[in-house]
Structure formats: C-alpha cells, structure tokens
C-alpha cells in the first residue's frame, strides 16, 4: 500500500510539475545553431524528436546531458540553452566538458516561454507530425526517454 502512495504522490508531482508546458502541437520555431547554421522544428518532421531545454548553470542538466548525447546518436535531438549567456559562453561551455550537441541559444528565454518552461531540465518528444507527445520538467530517466521515443515513433 506504501508503495501506491509514493507512486500517487510521484505522478501527481510530475503531472503538476508539467502543468504549464506546451502541450498539442508543438509551437513552430526558426533559430541558429551554435555555429550560426538555420534550424527549423519541421526539419525534424520525418521522426520523432526530443526537444531539450537546459542551462549551463543547472546541476540536474549536468546528469542528463550524457544520455542526451548518447540518445543523439540515434534519435533526432534539438537542444536549447535557456539563460546560460551568449552563444560564446554556451559554446565554451560545452567545449569545456567536451560535449557536441545541436543546440539553439536562448539568452532570454523567449523560445523556452513559447514551450511554457519556467525550468530547466525540461523535456519533450514531438511526433512525425508536429504534436507534442510526451513533456517533462525536471530530471528524466534515460530508460523513460528511450520508450517515450520508442512509443512516438509507433502511435
């Protein structure tokens, strides 16, 4: 019976947790890539995508930013540094900890608002057709993100 508790407590957590993110489909953006290459959401429209909001700053982004290079690798993977500085200082950042990563800069937070997050990390899957299928903030497990991914590309 504990158990079910803790498991009730966790998903209402979560649930709440998610309460203002984006949900149906995903807001359509154009941004620039670290390097100042173009990168649009419909170029991800053949698959599934995973769509990673994240800061330099953030301890918990540090945990998962491994998995997120390795599902990279595998599965299409936009990333966007919320309120971590300059691209300058993102890329010196992740050349510091040896990381490459699709990543969009969002100093301001501006496309992060238009997903509703207010905290990073925050996570979602989009569909072959543009709906948001799955939405986290916080930290997500790498098996979770695996299935999610899994799943999107089979419904």
Sequence with gaps: MEILLIVA?????????AR????GPAPVFEAELLD?????LTEYAD?????????TWCPICRLEEGEIIRLSRTHPVLTVAMQSGSAGEVAAH???RERELDVVNDPHGTLAHRYGVRAVPSTFI???????VF???GYAPPLELRFRLWLARWL
């Design 47 to 55: 698959r599934p995508m995973l769509l990673h909001f994240w800061a």
């Design 9 to 17: 407590v966790v998903l209402v957590l979560r649930a709440w947790l």
């Design 36 to 40: 100042g290459s173009p990168i649009s």
């Design 94 to 96: 992740l050349s510091e």
């Design 20 to 23: 203002d993110l984006a949900q």
């Design 135 to 137: 939405r986290k903030q």
């Design 126 to 132: 989009i569909d072959r057709d543009g709906e948001i």
